[in-house]
């Protein structure tokens, strides 16, 4: 394995910020100074379409909606189902907000769907995250951050894992130090599969183990190698599921998929947003070609024009502005509570077919429904 750095600056970053508090949380807490940043305002459509599969009795859907935070401000916001499907809001455990729609003994073919519409201004994650106002957890709030510093389905604290965690992370007890430290040290050690698409392979779940394995994978491997390693480090962290609205896409009727991103917890400031699989893709020198061009272009918010060690540090606290939030957290559970129990995260939507999960395609990659996020810059 590639040996971790730690930049000699970090007491003084200048190239961080601090996540807030998912839903209405006051910035209070932070315990960092923002500076100013950059914002953008875009309109936003999401659309579901599901076509009734044969023998089906039961269709339940749960799709994601967008979330306020203290970067966020949304407005305008309208949902609507078709073929009298009937829509409503519910929140998970984990205070996500989404809809919910139920259709029995629809025909096979009807085509379910349901539409959303609405307005972002989002903030530039953009502050200073001061290590030396950083401290160790205390007891209490161990206690309390004990979900986000235990194991998910698919974030395993394995022997391996701590074994890696205790010779990167050493005898340090500062949080932000040690975040840094095993941020560098993901950042040597795998590589994001969009660089060579035809060698490297995500995983269909966003999976640590699969991560540490391969050493490669998506957004969501990264983070979750990412969180089991600072988990296993005593740092309480959470996976944010979003998009980027990327700026090829602007005004395009193409699907935008999602993105993810991790937050830590670090006493004294607050919750810290990074983007370890973004800061991946201008860490390093590889050559654009046929294969990986149009998705390192479709992976990040700025245009990629190499190796660029400035976008690695600036990712490590903060975030772009143009991103919007779906849901935050792992293994979910939602309301009303889902016949195969928690749900793993929820980037795009959610289907059980009687009682049955029913994903977004078959094992044979058959597609059994849609989403469509797309977006216009409102300037």
Same mark, same amino acid.
């Given at each position: 394995?590639?040996?971790?750095?730690?930049?000699?600056?970090?007491?003084?970053?200048?190239?961080?910020?601090?996540?807030?508090?998912?839903?209405? @949380?006051?910035?209070?807490?932070?315990?960092?100074?923002?500076?100013?940043? =950059?914002?953008?305002?875009?309109?936003?459509?999401?659309?579901?379409?599901?076509?009734?599969?044969?023998? @089906?009795? /039961?269709?339940?859907?749960?799709? +994601?909606?967008?979330?306020?935070?203290?970067?966020?401000?949304?407005?305008?916001?309208?949902?609507?189902?078709?073929?009298?499907?009937?829509?409503?809001? &519910?929140?998970?455990?984990?205070?996500?907000?989404?809809?919910?729609?139920?259709?029995?003994?629809?025909?096979?073919?009807?085509?379910?769907?349901?539409?959303?519409?609405?307005?972002?201004?989002?903030?530039?994650?953009?502050?200073?995250?001061?290590?030396?106002?950083?401290?160790?957890?205390?007891?209490?709030?161990?206690?309390?951050?004990?979900?986000?510093?235990?194991?998910?389905?698919?974030?395993?604290?394995?022997?391996?894992?701590?074994?890696?965690?205790?010779?990167?992370?050493?005898?340090?007890?500062?949080? &932000?130090?040690?975040?840094? =430290?095993?941020?560098?040290?993901?950042?040597?050690?795998?590589?994001?599969?969009?660089?060579?698409?035809?060698?490297?392979?995500?995983? /269909?779940?966003?999976?640590?183990?699969?991560?540490?394995?391969?050493?490669?994978?998506?957004?969501?491997?990264?983070?979750?190698?990412?969180?089991?390693?600072?988990?296993? +480090?005593?740092?309480?962290?959470?996976?944010?599921?979003?998009?980027?609205?990327?700026?090829?896409?602007?005004?395009?009727?193409?699907?935008?998929?999602?993105?993810?991103?991790?937050?830590?917890?670090?006493?004294?400031?607050?919750?810290?947003?990074?983007?370890?699989?973004?800061?991946?893709?201008?860490?390093?020198?590889?050559?654009?070609?046929?294969?990986?061009?149009?998705?390192?272009?479709?992976?990040?918010?700025? $245009?990629?024009?190499?190796?660029?060690?400035?976008?690695?540090?600036?990712?490590?606290?903060?975030?772009?502005?143009?991103?919007?939030?779906?849901?935050?957290?792992?293994?979910?559970?939602?309301? $009303?509570?889902?016949?195969?129990?928690?749900?793993?995260?929820?980037?795009?939507?959610?289907?059980?077919?009687?009682?049955?999960?029913?994903?977004? =395609?078959? @094992?044979?990659?058959?597609?059994?429904?849609?989403?469509?996020?797309?977006?216009?810059?409102?300037?």
């Amino acid at each position: 394995m590639k040996s971790f750095r730690l930049p000699s600056l970090l007491l003084a970053l200048a190239a961080a910020g601090c996540a807030a508090e998912h839903g209405a @949380a006051a910035d209070a807490a932070m315990g960092s100074v923002a500076k100013p940043g =950059k914002s953008a305002r875009f309109d936003v459509k999401h659309d579901f379409k599901l076509a009734v599969p044969d023998g @089906a009795k /039961s269709v339940r859907i749960w799709f +994601s909606l967008p979330q306020d935070d203290s970067w966020t401000k949304l407005s305008d916001l309208a949902f609507s189902g078709a073929n009298g499907l009937a829509v409503r809001e &519910v929140t998970d455990d984990h205070g996500n907000r989404m809809l919910y729609a139920e259709s029995t003994g629809a025909a096979a073919g009807t085509e379910l769907a349901i539409t959303e519409s609405f307005r972002v201004d989002r903030e530039e994650i953009l502050g200073q995250v001061d290590a030396t106002k950083a401290r160790p957890l205390t007891p209490a709030e161990a206690a309390k951050f004990a979900r986000e510093l235990g194991e998910n389905v698919h974030i395993k604290i394995t022997p391996e894992v701590r074994a890696i965690a205790a010779s990167v992370v050493g005898d340090e007890k500062n949080p &932000v130090i040690a975040a840094r =430290k095993l941020y560098d040290w993901t950042l040597d050690n795998i590589e994001y599969w969009v660089k060579t698409p035809a060698t490297r392979k995500a995983s /269909s779940t966003g999976s640590s183990e699969h991560c540490l394995t391969t050493k490669t994978g998506n957004c969501t491997d990264f983070h979750s190698l990412w969180a089991a390693l600072a988990r296993a +480090s005593g740092i309480p962290t959470r996976i944010v599921y979003g998009s980027i609205m990327k700026p090829a896409l602007d005004g395009q009727d193409k699907d935008g998929s999602y993105h993810c991103w991790p937050e830590f917890y670090a006493s004294g400031l607050g919750w810290i947003s990074h983007d370890v699989a973004v800061a991946d893709i201008f860490r390093g020198t590889y050559e654009l070609n046929a294969e990986n061009e149009e998705k390192v272009r479709l992976t990040i918010a700025t $245009p990629y024009t190499g190796p660029d060690e400035k976008m690695v540090d600036y990712y490590f606290g903060s975030i772009d502005e143009r991103r919007v939030v779906w849901s935050v957290g792992r293994d979910l559970t939602l309301d $009303p509570a889902a016949a195969a129990g928690k749900v793993n995260a929820m980037a795009k939507a959610y289907v059980e077919i009687d009682g049955k999960p029913y994903g977004e =395609k078959s @094992a044979d990659g058959k597609q059994q429904w849609t989403r469509k996020f797309t977006f216009k810059e409102v300037k």
